[in-house]
């Protein structure tokens, strides 16, 4: 960076005033008998903002902290630090190239979609058991470790779909067997505390699953073919096709954007997939059901409803889409038995950035930890540098959430049961 | 003799069997077994100060490597970076301090080509080995591990006050994965992937009862890792049976309710945090010199998934069971390194074991929640406290009735 002086100042200045925000803001609104739930982050977002400017009118009135009074300052909190960035660095590409940053911008968002479809499974399991799966990333990895074994090395020229499908049932099965042998403790209250099992046991799964693969697969990185080739076009015209302009592995948009084949079609099945489970949730009785154990285990309980099956449901399922995911990105990451741990990590940062069990939140969890991340690679000038950072930006993301609004972005205020607390 | 006394003999049984081992066996894998040991050593500190947290205060924090590595790199960096010299390099940033110059080496990171020396290499060639420059002691830099390692115990105590089970997990996750990335980032100051070199615990050598030890002599680190987990065990042992460890178990079965009873849970749940991490920033510091390199590799998931198996099959909820559960499994898993073939397949036990490990950890969880090896040390301890009980239970019974 040139004149990173500029940047780390006004990082510096950012971070000292929303300290102090989010403490008086607290303070003040605890005085004043109102409502304090979101004063902290208000406080906090409005010092990083405009700092002093904002803060003392604020502390003055003390106005009601709508919604509208929550985002502004967020947003405009990451407004000030871009353009520091900018005047920091004019010379990165993401200042200087706006094709680039376009680029960037569209592939964080399609990254994001598949983050947070996989994250929707995380919280699915979170808000019915009340537990976070710490084998989420290894459901992931199977997904795609299935898939790529069965379309390359067992039956060669198979039809993608069917290997994906087959992944899919396999680790709906797994799930559910694994939730038969070694949760059904939790619900039975054979154990002190069943939030801490549960992350345990887990977490044990996911280290035999890890090993397991890698030691009947290997340690080398495997890489599936497109599933999908892409038709060649070439719009408006094959002269001066600046609108779009397909290859079969990517497709560019307005002689701007490139979008790779793989992703795109992740994103896509995603976004079907997804559609397809709210459906599965709004309209059908099971998934009504699902939901209905989600909000209220014992009053689900007295209306017919079983909440041990549903918890079977709920991890299968959960450990289903993380494994579409994974057979989706196959082709698109190369593979090995450890992929899993960074999608794990990140799928719990969207879990909480969106708040407890909430769909919509995950899924928008998701698009902003894809766009910190496409940042974060794209604009970090050390290119080695920022790829260490990787796992760094997702993290960052959840060390903020957790200390400026716990509940996330759409979290349930007063939820009830073991997912309640925090 | 008393049944209840037992576990108490074996326990001094254990330790004079510890003392005495690396003088009575003569094998041939003599240093192989001896390093196993110190590993076991290490490992058993990391566990049981993780047992402490998790077992006793409920905080399950997944951040403990992340802790051991603050220890361990500072003081790794406080090796490679601080020199003291009598003559000024003019060349390095230095101060004088009495009569000597406290050096400190420019950070270049890794290079291959000797052309890009740091500043002290360029003026130890100028001076052509006129002048000595001594090293930092490295006891220094242990007890700066350690302090900085209680820091960031107090930063992260600080920073989860408000946070419980899976959020606390999720973020001390975090924390030990922000540390990482940073430490492999870093490459200039870091080394990053490269690994960062330490001196050795005893760079001169040490004399011992008349005896002298190479710096590369496996008996004073494993004195000194066998003290260190004695001293953490003990101080454990105390705060676990004092005012302290009543009131951190009561934080773990309710925080709320130890609140309302007057029990400062801020403070307890802090100082569980800087003692346990000190307790391991101590054991990476300490492990960092005898092997001599630290690398951001120590600190992945793998490692902290160790520590967990290993106090979790020991016993959460005793530090002892987990200190002995940390020895007996690293010891375990080292004899399951030996690959095998049946037929034309090999079976690379590097990784089946990982496996096996990992199916013993679930099915230790599932089936024997207080750990493989509390059990044991209750049933000694606390059995004739069990059919004490029974024998009262029947006998009221029997009274209720109007049976003689």
Redesign the interface.
Known sequence: MEFSYIFWTVLSWMIFWSVVGSFVTRRIYLKRDLDTSNAAFVGSMMGASIGPFGLVPLCLNTPDLTKRLMVAPALAAVAVLMIAFAFADPENYCVTSSSFVASQIVNGLIIGIIYGFMALGLSLI?SILG??SFAHGEFYMIGGMITYFMTSVWFPGLNPAIAILAACAFTFLLGAVFER??LT?MYEGK???P???G???T???A???Q??V??TAGANPFKARRYLDFPVLRLPSSEDPWLLRTSRGSLELFEMITISNPRLMAAGTCILVLIALLYFMRRTWTGKALRAVSQDREAAAIAGINPDRMNMLAFALGGMIAALAGAMLVQAFSWLPQVG?IPA?RS??IV?LGGLGSLPGAFLGGIIVGLVEAAGTGCIPDT??AA?????YS??V??LT??LR?TGLFGRRFAGG??G?? | MKRQHIPALAGLLIVAFFMAFPFLYGANDYRYIMSLLIAGFYYAILASSWSMLAGYAGQFSFGHMGFMGVGAYTAALFSHYFYLSPVPTELCTEFLIGNQYLVIVDAIGVTSSTLNQDCLRQALTIWDGSVQVTPMPVWLGIVLGTVMGGLFGLLIGLLVLPLRAAYLALFTLGFSEILRATISGEIAITRGQAGIEMPYLFEQGITLFGRYYDKTDKIPPYFVMFFLLLTCLAILYYLASSKFGLFVRALREDQDAAAALGVNTTRYKIMVFVITSMMAALAGAVMGYYVNIISPNNLMILQMSLVVAMAVIGGIENIFAAAIGAIIIQFVLEILRNSFEIGPFTVDMTIWRLVIFGVLLMLTLRFARNGLIIPIIDYFSRGHVAAETVAKRTAGIDKAEGRS
């Open positions: 979170f537990v976070v042998l070694f403790p154990v002190d505390r939030v801490e099992y992350i345990l046991v977490f044990g799964l280290f035999t699953l090993y397991f890698q030691a741990a990590l719990f940062v909480v080695q540098r260490s950072y990787i796992p760094a993290m960052i959840l060390t957790l200390l716990p073991a997912h607390k925090f």
